[in-house]
């Protein structure tokens, strides 16, 4: 099994900048690959982004495309999402994911059912 972490959400005023972390515990030599979901009240949870764990082969949605980036560090085997320019409708709780199988296809890494393991969430609002 493995558990995800999130942290670093937070309240910031459009234009501004958060970093989201990510830290797995567990059997973590069994991830292959991890993504960033976001779900806003009422909505659905959708894709933002995704890629390999050793932090290549990246995958934005077109929303957060130029605003948001991946990072990893590998010490501490944690991903980072880094948001910039965020606006008010970036407002929802964040989701990391992380998956054991090593499909890497764009419709696999940006479907909710494409991972095997979930974080808590961690609020990200961003105000006008």
Same mark, same amino acid.
Do not use: C, H
């Given at each position: 099994q493995v558990q995800l972490e999130e942290s670093g959400g937070g309240l910031v005023q459009a234009g501004g900048s958060l970093r989201l972390s990510c830290a797995? /515990? %567990?059997? !973590? /030599? =069994? +991830? $292959?690959? %991890?993504?960033?979901?976001?779900?806003?009240?009422?909505?659905?949870r959708e894709f933002v982004a995704a890629g390999r764990w050793s932090g290549d082969l990246t995958y934005f949605a077109d929303s957060v495309k130029g605003r948001?980036? +991946? /990072?990893?560090?590998?010490?501490?085997? !944690?991903?980072?999402?880094?948001?910039? =320019?965020?606006k008010p409708e970036d407002t929802a709780v964040y989701y990391c994911a992380a998956k054991s199988n090593q499909e890497l296809s764009l419709r696999s890494l940006s479907s909710? !059912? %494409? $991972?095997?393991?979930?974080?808590?969430g961690t609020q990200v609002t961003v105000s006008s």
């Open positions: 797995p /515990s %567990g059997r !973590t /030599s =069994s +991830i $292959y690959a %991890g993504g960033w979901f976001r779900q806003a009240p009422g909505k659905e948001f980036a +991946i /990072s990893r560090d590998n010490a501490k085997n !944690t991903v980072y999402l880094q948001m910039n =320019s965020l909710v !059912t %494409g $991972y095997d393991y979930w974080g808590q």
